[in-house]
C-alpha cells in the first residue's frame, strides 16, 4: 500500500508546511527594514485568515454534494464544492512545482537526449501494458485487451519494451487506469479533488490511483530496493513534467479553473469513447493530439523512438501537473 500511505503523508506534509509557503510571496526579512518586517508579518496573518476562512466555507457542504458525477459543464458548486480546500491545495502545488519540479524537468530536457528520453518513456508505458489488458477484460472488451496484450508481446520481444514496432503494424496504444474501468460501469466521480503532490483528481479516481499503484509492475520487480523503486518514480514523474514544458503557456486567466476543466472533460470524454457513446465536444480540439501522432509516426519511421507521444498530455496539462511532477 505505498501509495495509499504516500497519499496520506502528502496531505499530513501539506499540514505542516502550509504556513511556510503562506509567505511565498512575501520579501525574504534580511533585506527589509523594520516597518518592511511589519508588513510582512501583517500580510502573512492575513493569507493565513483568508485560508482558515476559506476553509470554514467546507462545513456547508452536505453528503448529497459527494455523490455527484463531476463534468466541466456543471456550476462550479456542483462538480467542485470542495473548492476552498482545492485551491489552497493547488496553490501548494504550485509552489512545489515552481521550485522543485519544473527546474528538474527543465535540467532533464537539456541534459538527456531526445532518444534517451523517447526509450525510457516507451519502456515505461510497455510495462503497463498488462494492467491496460486487466482492464479492459474488466470493461467486457476482449478484442481490445487482446490487441493491448499483442502490443505487450511484440515490443517486448523485439526491442524488450523500450522501441513501438506494434504501432507500425496497426496495433495502437490505449492508455487505462481503474478510474476509468469505474467510470465505465457508471460509477459517479464525486466532486473535483486536488491532491497534493499527486493534482487533479476526483474521488473516483483517488480510489483508481491506490489500486493503479498496486498494479504496477516495478511495485514487484523492486520490492526490495526501496530507493531504486522511488528513485524510478521521481524520475518518472520527472519526464512527465518535461512533456507539458511547451505547452504549459497555453493556460490563460484561471489556471486552477482551467486545469479542472481540462481534466474533467478530458476523463468524460475517455470514458464515453471506451463505451461507443457520443462524447461531448471537447474544449480542447483533437488537432493537437493529431499533431502529436503525426510526430510519433515520424519519429518511428526514422528509429521507432515514440518520444512525442501524449502520454502524459492525454489528460493534457491537468493530469500531470498530477505530480506537479503527476
Given amino acids: 500500500m505505498r501509495h495509499f500511505h504516500?497519499?496520506?503523508a502528502s496531505f499530513l506534509s501539506l499540514g505542516l508546511i502550509s504556513p511556510v509557503f503562506a509567505q511565498d510571496l512575501v520579501p525574504s526579512a534580511e533585506s527589509q527594514t523594520t516597518s518592511d518586517l511589519d508588513s510582512s508579518t501583517s500580510q502573512t496573518q492575513t493569507a493565513q485568515t483568508s485560508r482558515l476562512d476559506a476553509l470554514?466555507?467546507?462545513k456547508n457542504i452536505k453528503a448529497k454534494d459527494l455523490r455527484v458525477d463531476a463534468n466541466a459543464t456543471q456550476p462550479e458548486n456542483q462538480k467542485d464544492p470542495l473548492q476552498p480546500l482545492n485551491r489552497q491545495i493547488f496553490a501548494f502545488n504550485e509552489v512545489l512545482?515552481?521550485?522543485v519540479a519544473r527546474p528538474l524537468a527543465i535540467q532533464y530536457k537539456e541534459k538527456v537526449p531526445t532518444e534517451v528520453r523517447g526509450s525510457y518513456r516507451q519502456f515505461r508505458k510497455n510495462l503497463g501494458e498488462p494492467w491496460n489488458v486487466v482492464n479492459q477484460l474488466i470493461q467486457g472488451r476482449p478484442l481490445r485487451a487482446a490487441e493491448s496484450l499483442g502490443r505487450f508481446t511484440i515490443n517486448t520481444l523485439t526491442t524488450l519494451g523500450f522501441a513501438d514496432p506494434a504501432r507500425?503494424?496497426?496495433?495502437?496504444a490505449e492508455e487505462e487506469n481503474f478510474g476509468t474501468t469505474l467510470g465505465y460501469y457508471g460509477i459517479p466521480s464525486g466532486p473535483y479533488l486536488v491532491l497534493p503532490v499527486f493534482g487533479?483528481?476526483?474521488?473516483?479516481?483517488?480510489?483508481?490511483l491506490v489500486v493503479d499503484g498496486q498494479a504496477r509492475p516495478q511495485k514487484y520487480l523492486l520490492e526490495d530496493r526501496e530507493g531504486l523503486y522511488w528513485s524510478e518514480q521521481v524520475l518518472r514523474g520527472i519526464d512527465a513534467r518535461s512533456q507539458l514544458l511547451d505547452i504549459e503557456d497555453v493556460l490563460q486567466g484561471d489556471k486552477y479553473s482551467a486545469i479542472r476543466d481540462i481534466y474533467l472533460q478530458r476523463k468524460n470524454f475517455s470514458i464515453a469513447e471506451k463505451k461507443g457513446l457520443e462524447p461531448e465536444t471537447l474544449f480542447i480540439e483533437d488537432d493537437?493530439?493529431?499533431?502529436q501522432d503525426q510526430d510519433q509516426d515520424q519519429d518511428q519511421d526514422q528509429q521507432d523512438n515514440p518520444d512525442q507521444s501524449s502520454?502524459?498530455?492525454?489528460?493534457?496539462?491537468?493530469?500531470?501537473?498530477q505530480v506537479a511532477f503527476i
Fill in 6 to 8: 504516500y497519499i496520506w
Fill in 56 to 58: 470554514k466555507e467546507l
Fill in 97 to 99: 512545482d515552481r521550485n
Fill in 168 to 172: 507500425r503494424i496497426g496495433l495502437s
Fill in 200 to 208: 487533479p483528481s476526483t474521488f473516483r479516481d483517488t480510489v483508481g
Fill in 288 to 291: 493537437q493530439d493529431s499533431s
Fill in 311 to 321: 502520454d502524459a498530455t492525454s489528460e493534457d496539462y491537468a493530469n500531470t501537473t
